[in-house]
């Protein structure tokens, strides 16, 4: 039996007798070799494997000096000594599976850094073959994405007072106080200039307005547009192809012809899928219902005595296709009936004496019997269709709000103001979660009208520069 004295199974370190100067001069050489390169690279396995046979022979030395005096160790209480009592040195040179990445490229942030991936560090790849969810109640964080600057729609030569999207394609119609209508198409862009976002011109320019034209709205189909402007007509067009030549002789189908009736500037047009209708307001104090399968005088006349004021926006009752909101500079936003033509319901909150401020937009939620209005002291407020009662009032800009778009989900509210921004609201927090500049200011004016894509994911802004701008 072979006896083991208490001096072989627990040496003491004296024992090895290890030069740790040489091993602390490995070190420093390593260190100094691994600053000096440029970059993170993974050490050579060659060139490691020679480093720890320089260990081994270090440890050897010793053992076989003292090998002369002392009788020879067994190989397993060897290598159990070497695991155990030398796991410092031991540790500095091997690679752990779960911190191979921390070892030698060091921490994550300095990986990042060295690599200058940036945000692309922490991106994950979707499997193409995963099904995607797009069930926006259930994810209702599927649309909190951020919007950034994409396509810049240059050609107009004043400011833009409106914009509408087609319905399905990436098409839009702008208007403008140049007298003139613009059909663009984001997918004839061209690269701009010290910029990454691309630059559009348009397709088509729509020519019959008498002065500024004020607003402009697209048929559910795609099919039609309607503009109304200072000189007191709404010109009905026939829209080109998306894919027109803009170099094209002029074709006078276009212009299907003018609905007459108005004697002012005409402020807001609305266009109802349900009848087919077309719903304008004017500064003559009229709200006007129009067919827009002809060329006619108009259906239905509301408030023809001015009795609410001068209206300065438009829009129907998403929740009953029925009613039509309208605002009035006097701050009073009233419900109308357009099959008696009369109005039925007035706001809470207007019938204050404090609230005498003019509202610049009005707008329906398109699933949920509460109308939204932006007022000129920089307010947004919120109202129950059903009562008349006020839901929600806040301050939203520094300057007086201008526009207001609802996603088609009913989930976010986007605003524009003169204040040069555009801020993206959550609906069920009543928070804004983005917010970016989109124009500069021109005569204390920035921005006229915001607007989400129907079907695809854009929003665009128009603005007093003569720019709109579309981000996705």
């Given amino acids: 039996m072979l006896c083991l004295d208490k001096e072989d199974v627990c040496p003491t370190p004296e024992s090895w007798d290890v ?28 060139k490691l494997q020679d480093m720890l046979a320089t260990l081994r022979d270090v440890d050897e030395l010793p053992s076989l000096q003292s090998s002369v005096n002392s009788p020879p160790r067994p190989t397993n209480t060897r290598l159990t000594e070497h695991e155990t009592g030398r796991t410092e040195e031991v540790e500095a040179m091997t690679f752990p599976p779960g911190s191979g990445k921390s070892f030698i490229m060091g921490t994550d942030e300095a990986l990042e850094n060295a690599l200058g991936l940036g945000e692309l560090a922490g991106l994950t790849v979707a499997n193409e073959a995963d099904p995607l969810n797009y069930d926006i109640a259930n994810n209702k964080d599927a649309l909190r994405k951020t919007w950034n600057p994409k396509f810049t729609l240059r050609s107009h030569f004043d400011g833009i007072r409106g914009l509408a999207f087609h319905p399905v394609e990436p098409v839009l119609v702008t208007a403008s106080e140049d007298h003139t209508v613009k059909l663009w198409n984001l997918q004839k862009t061209t690269p701009a200039k010290k910029s990454t976002a691309l630059d559009v011109e348009p397709i088509y320019t729509f020519r019959a307005h008498r002065g500024p034209v004020l607003c402009v709205v697209m048929s559910t189909s795609g099919e039609q547009c309607y503009s109304g402007g200072t000189d007191g007509l709404i010109q009905c067009w026939n829209a080109p192809s998306s894919n027109v030549d803009p170099y094209d002789s002029y ?15 005409i402020w807001g047009l609305v266009y109802s899928a349900a009848h087919q ?20 005088p108009s259906l239905c006349v509301f408030n023809e005595n001015k009795e609410c004021g001068i209206p300065t926006s438009v829009d129907i009752v998403c929740s009953d296709p029925s009613h039509l909101v309208s605002s009035f500079v ?15 319901l007035t706001f ?27 007022h000129e002291d920089r307010y947004i407020k919120f109202f129950d269709n059903n009562t008349g009662k006020i839901l929600h009032s806040m301050v939203a800009h520094l300057d007086a709000v201008t526009c207001l778009a609802v996603d088609p989900n009913g989930l976010y509210l986007m605003s524009g103001s003169h204040d040069s921004s555009i801020r993206l609201w959550s609906l069920e927090t009543k928070t804004c979660i983005q917010e970016f500049t989109a124009h500069r200011k021109k005569f204390d004016e920035s921005i006229h009208d915001v607007a989400f894509h129907p079907t695809k994911c854009y929003i665009a802004s128009a603005g007093a520069d003569a720019l709109a701008k579309v981000f996705v």
């Fill in 19 to 46: 030069d740790q100067g040489l091993i602390t001069k490995l070190k420093e050489q390593y260190k100094k070799e691994r600053k000096g390169k440029k970059g993170v690279k993974r050490p050579n396995r060659s």
């Fill in 251 to 265: 074709d006078p189908s276009v212009l299907r012809g003018a609905l007459e009736g108005h004697s002012d500037a």
């Fill in 277 to 296: 209708r077309l719903l304008s307001g004017s500064a003559d104090g009229t709200l006007r219902l129009w067919n827009t399968t002809e060329i006619a």
């Fill in 330 to 344: 006097n701050g009073q936003t009233s419900i109308f009936d357009m099959e008696t033509c009369q109005r039925f």
């Fill in 348 to 374: 809470e909150s207007s019938i204050d004496a404090s609230s005498t401020c003019q509202i610049n937009k009005v707008i329906s939620h398109p699933t949920l019997p509460v109308t939204i209005t932006a």
